[in-house]
């Protein structure tokens, strides 16, 4: 018995010297690894590539402050209409000039670009929108990290991309950029490519974003929330359904969270990164240059007990592109292009269809096409949330509502017919109205009077509002620029 109980404590004591051993040895790895993860930190401090980013770091250190987000409001007061009652069709006055359609381009030819992926030999490659792209990336700006996952981890970042030799990559992308005509929001998503390329983790790839975005003079905030990085724009114009935060009476906005609800509470510093003064602009005055993909659609419709038809070539890449917006002021999307390409196919047709005839009768076409053509669907119900459409979208997309039908009506009489036309907006409805010599239902804008025109209104004419609508004082009107 005895030497049973002398093996028993012979075995516990090895065993406790085994476990403090492992310990120890547990201990030591992690204190290795550890202060390897300092040293590489410590050693990226050493030195700032740009003389701005000492006086920011300061900032990053100082304790933030905690703000409060607030959603900005809804397109609409309230809700559009579910369905819309067509009106009786009648006969249309025949008045004005003969019209003659002028095209720049010779009638379409049935064809579709197909493109052969581009072999990039760089850090990274990826797709963007159709467009083969490849880019080189510094070991140490791939090292960066957020942690701790605190203030410190992002002063921790930031103090590694600084020190690397990022420099190349932010030339790469204004190069890119430049090359392929991107807009503001474009370019956005080109930086948030690359950062998506470059880091797994969703707060890495923000803290990247907003580091280039800075670089390129682009007035963004990050903050903190739940421990999560929270990347913040600036926008003069309001960015509907999206939370904000406002900094000196200057609005950021949280659009990762757009239709999404609330960003809630973020803790971050005040002061603007040196020289990052430029805000989000959402305007698209010209369309990206990415490379085409080609679809083919035709559209269907009646008037007056005969069938027409319109067929077209869109470019999928485009359309991808412009499903990303967050929701713009309406200025945005009545005054952005349409790929020349597809506006020439349209016009064709339509063409075919109204020269020789006087202008009340073609324009009154056109506003039938674009009622009947596209079965009426409110956003809530074919998208899950709102969202306006781009002219180029609204041809796509066989369900529309009321904005995006007077968006594409707007640019084809403005581009067919070389009229003013305005956007009416209503509470809970849009139209449209020209300026044109006729009679009928009208708006005063400044001394001119606009004739409705409701692309919504099935059957109706030039001059006839909704009955609902008549005696209604609009909301706003929307510029369309010529």
């Given at each position: ?86 009106t009786v069709q009648k006969e249309l006055k025949s008045v004005g000039p003969n019209v003659n359609i002028k095209l720049l381009t010779p009638p379409k030819i049935s064809t579709k670009v197909v493109t052969t992926p581009v072999s990039i030999k760089k850090d990274i490659n990826f797709v963007f929108f159709g467009q083969h792209l490849g880019f080189d990336v510094a070991a140490n700006v791939k090292n960066a990290k957020f942690y701790p996952y605190s203030q410190s981890g992002i002063v921790n970042f930031f103090d590694a991309v600084a020190s690397s030799e990022y420099d190349d990559l ?313």
């Open positions: 018995m005895q030497q049973i109980k002398d093996g028993e404590q012979k075995w516990y004591r090895l065993f406790g010297l085994f476990n403090l051993t492992l310990l120890l040895l547990l201990s030591s790895v992690c204190s290795a690894s550890f202060e390897d993860f300092k040293r590489k930190q410590d050693q990226s401090f050493a030195k700032y590539r740009d003389e701005r980013d000492a006086s920011f770091n300061k900032y990053l250190k100082v304790q933030w402050d905690e703000y409060t987000a607030k959603e900005s409001q809804p397109l609409y007061e309230k809700q559009k209409p579910k369905s819309i009652t067509p932010v030339r790469e992308i204004k190069s890119t950029s430049s090359r392929l005509e991107l807009n503001d929001w474009a370019l956005y998503l080109l930086v948030m490519e690359v950062s998506n390329n470059i880091f797994e983790n969703q707060d890495d790839r923000k803290l990247l974003t907003w580091f280039i975005l800075n670089k390129l003079e682009y007035n963004v905030k990050i903050g903190l929330s739940s421990k999560h990085i929270v990347l913040m724009h600036y926008s003069e114009k309001i960015i509907y359904s999206t939370p904000n935060y406002s900094f000196d009476n200057k609005k950021f906005y949280v659009i990762s969270n757009y239709a999404k609800g609330s960003a809630g509470r973020v803790y971050t510093y005040k002061q603007d990164y040196p020289d990052a003064t430029k805000p989000l602009n959402l305007e698209l005055k010209v369309l990206p240059k990415f490379i085409e993909d080609k679809r083919k659609k035709t559209l269907g419709f009646k008037q007056y007990g005969k069938e027409y038809k319109i067929s077209y070539f869109y470019d999928q890449n485009l359309i991808d592109f412009m499903a990303t917006y967050p929701q713009a002021d309406y200025e945005t999307y009545f005054n952005a292009p349409m790929q020349e390409s597809t506006y020439e196919d349209i016009a064709q047709d339509i063409k075919q269809y109204i020269d020789g005839k006087q202008a009340s009768i073609a324009i009154n076409f056109v506003l039938s096409f674009v009622q009947k053509a596209f079965k009426y669907e409110r956003d809530n119900q074919q998208f899950g949330r709102e969202k306006v459409m781009f002219a180029e979208e609204t041809i796509f997309y066989d369900k529309s509502d009321c904005e995006d039908r007077a968006i594409l009506f707007s640019y084809l009489v403005k581009k067919l017919f070389s009229i003013n036309v305005i956007g009416v907006k209503y509470k809970d409805h849009m139209a449209t109205a020209l300026y044109v010599p006729m009679k009928g239902d009208s708006v005063k804008v400044g001394r001119r009077r606009y004739i409705i025109a409701d692309p919504t209104f099935i059957n109706a004419n030039i001059g006839q509002s909704m009955p609902k609508y008549r005696s209604v004082i609009p909301q706003s009107f929307i510029v369309v620029k010529k």
